[in-house]
């Protein structure tokens, strides 16, 4: 990640003396006089005497000067280095708004203070929201291509935003889809269970967000035509910032507090107005696999609403058989579609039957499990919001030998040493690369595993129950799920952590389960409390969703250690003493693993995968490596 960044930021500063295709920006003038850049592309039959709806899309990257491509995509095509591994070269039109354009006029816009649009900017501000309603109301709504109908769309950081527009609730908004989303910026994805993330969130902040914005929309905007690269030059300076309102200066707290509290959808998504669709990964390395079902939740339950998971990671969420639901969602509230192919073995579907009537509010889900790449999956479920409606939540209580059982467990202990990062495992070097840095058993974790005799499905919020006591005051537990295949080859479905001085739960913001079982806790993350050496808690961890079908002979296996250095492009900092913990389990202590469990009846043509390491973008490590 670092060596693509510090590239990409080597290639956006050269690329002033490079060539760039002509884009057509337009300026929005908001009514505190600050001006958005948006770029156009009108496909030739939306005209005054036949209007068309549109397609929004906002963001703090390259969009107001969007041609297909950034600049470092148009430089590489220039001088024939288009098919190296450069990074940074497809620009928000060409992976995501061409998928509709033959049919939407296609809108993408700067936020404020980046890019060719003037102000200030404010990461997930209210005020960069309100400017999104402006531009739907006051500008597209009024263009003679516009039948008066949008959609917003976005994926990761025009998602986010995209969310915090329809909350604005335009006038002229009718539908929105979209994926890569963290709910809330404290809990998601800076401070996970309080442990401090400076991995991602840090990339993104210092890195990532400037080249975009840097060298895909202020570069791209400022070449010719000269009456709109005029207007780019000078709204840069008519771009502010108030520094203390930063996020790396922000980030250094590890408490909550009403900055991250007003930057962070869940606090506004409620008051969405039109249906919505969000699609997430679960092994998402960039905003995390936890924000999008929290979004999901904190929706009006007076909207149509769908939601879609599958395994993978950031990018997944962009890929073809994924956009098909997504573009059908559209289509089905902006066009009047009533049928769609959906990419499954079915073909067309009656998307009335998949979404649910128009005039009435109806919740859906739809899980996709196992993705072997091209958009095959080895099944799938459809549902009724989230957790899934078949959801049968089942206690897996820790036993003697350090088995997971469904029986009543026998006591004992098991300890290890707190304090090691050794199971560090970087995105990017691969999804099948490397393993634990040293012996993949040591002092310094504790196993727990139990085995399958039949195909099983999990699908959905987990939690972990654990009795520990600690030598040090204060301690972080990290717990990570592992299907382990009969020859030893370890498919990584996902994680949850805690730090324990941030153990406090508020069960009014809570969520729960049917029977009344907590699966997300919501923790006020305001104060720390230590604990007293060697006194037992009772730790309830939140375990990112999976879903995910076990083969007869594999196990579950469940570690527990501290947070490794690196983890799926997550770094954590390490803020308490090493120590020993011990994991204490019984009829009086109780540890345990809540797990979803769906029947294999409510799985659609499933049909086991091939070969050791069949699914794309999940971590994996063949046995025998």
């Known amino acids: 990640m670092i060596a693509k960044l510090a590239v990409g930021t080597a290639l956006a500063l050269l690329l002033i003396a490079a060539p760039a295709k002509a884009a057509p920006t337009n300026y929005v003038t908001m009514t505190d006089g600050a001006q958005i850049a948006v770029n156009v592309k009108v496909p030739p039959q939306c005209t005054a005497t036949s209007t068309c709806p549109t397609y929004f899309e906002m963001s703090g990257y390259e969009s107001g ?122 809990r998601d994805i800076v401070y996970p269970g309080g442990i401090t993330n400076y991995g991602f969130p840090l990339l993104w902040t210092g890195a990532v967000r400037p080249v975009y914005d840097v060298g895909g929309g202020t570069v791209g905007g400022l070449f010719p035509p000269a009456d709109t690269s005029a207007q780019c030059a000078a709204n840069q300076a008519h771009r502010s910032r108030t520094v203390l309102e930063d996020p790396l200066i922000q980030g250094l707290d590890d408490t909550d507090s009403e900055w991250y509290r007003a930057r962070s959808l869940v606090t506004y998504v409620d008051r969405i107005n039109v249906p919505v669709h969000i699609t997430t990964a679960y092994q998402d390395e960039q905003t995390g696999p936890r924000g999008a079902t929290n979004v999901f939740d904190h929706l009006s339950p007076n909207i149509s609403k769908r939601l879609v998971m599958t395994n993978g990671e950031h990018g997944t969420q962009t890929e073809d058989h994924v956009f098909k639901d997504r573009i059908a969602w559209m289509d089905y509230w902006m066009r009047g579609t009533d049928t769609a192919d959906l990419d499954f073995k079915s073909g067309e579907q009656d998307l009335t039957q998949v979404f649910g009537p128009r005039d009435t509010p109806t919740t859906t889900s739809r899980v996709i499990l196992g993705n072997e790449g091209d958009g095959k999956s080895v099944g799938e479920i459809e549902s009724h919001g989230f957790p899934l409606s078949q959801t049968q939540f089942t206690d897996f209580y820790v036993t003697n030998g350090n088995k997971l059982t469904t029986g009543t467990p026998e006591p004992g202990t098991a300890t290890w040493v707190n304090g090691s990062r050794r199971q560090a495992y970087s995105h990017q070097a691969g999804a099948n690369t490397g393993g634990e840095l040293t012996s993949p058993t040591a002092p310094d974790e504790v196993e727990l595993s139990t085995a399958f005799d039949q195909p099983t499905t999990i699908a959905g919020p987990i939690t972990a129950n654990l009795f520990v006591d600690s030598s040090a005051p204060d301690t972080e537990l990290f717990v990570q799920l592992i299907d382990r295949a009969p020859d030893g080859t370890l498919l990584y479905l996902n994680r949850g952590m805690l730090r324990a001085s941030h153990r406090q739960i508020d069960p009014s913001q809570s969520q729960y389960t049917a029977d009344g079982r907590i699966y997300r806790p919501y923790r006020p993350h305001t104060e720390r409390e230590l604990v007293v050496p060697g006194q037992t808690v009772d730790y309830l961890i939140d375990i990112f969703p999976v879903g995910h079908v076990f083969l007869p002979g594999h196990e579950l296996v469940v570690k527990l250690h501290a947070p490794p250095l690196d983890d799926n492009d997550y770094m954590y900092v390490e803020k308490t003493l090493p120590g020993v913990d011990t994991l204490h389990f019984g009829p009086d202590t109780p540890s345990r693993l809540m797990l979803p469990i769906i029947p294999m009846s409510e799985v659609r043509d499933y049909t086991p995968p091939a070969g050791q390491c069949p699914y794309v973008s999940m971590r994996c490590i063949a046995g025998g490596r």
């Open 65 to 186: 000067s969007d041609d297909g491509k950034t600049p470092i995509g148009d430089a590489a095509d220039a001088t024939g280095t288009s098919d190296l591994p450069l990074p940074f070269q497809t620009g928000t039109r060409a992976a995501h708004a061409s998928h509709v354009d033959d049919r939407y006029v296609t809108v993408l816009a700067n936020l404020r203070g980046t890019g060719c649009s003037s102000g200030e900017f404010d990461v997930f501000s209210w005020r960069s929201a309100l400017d999104g309603k402006e531009v739907i109301d006051n500008w597209i709504a009024q263009q003679p291509w516009s039948n008066g109908d949008v959609v917003i769309f976005g994926h990761s950081y025009s998602g986010l935003t995209g969310m915090m527009v329809a909350s604005t609730r335009p006038d002229h908004l009718r539908a929105v889809s979209a994926s890569g989303l963290f709910g809330d910026m404290y």
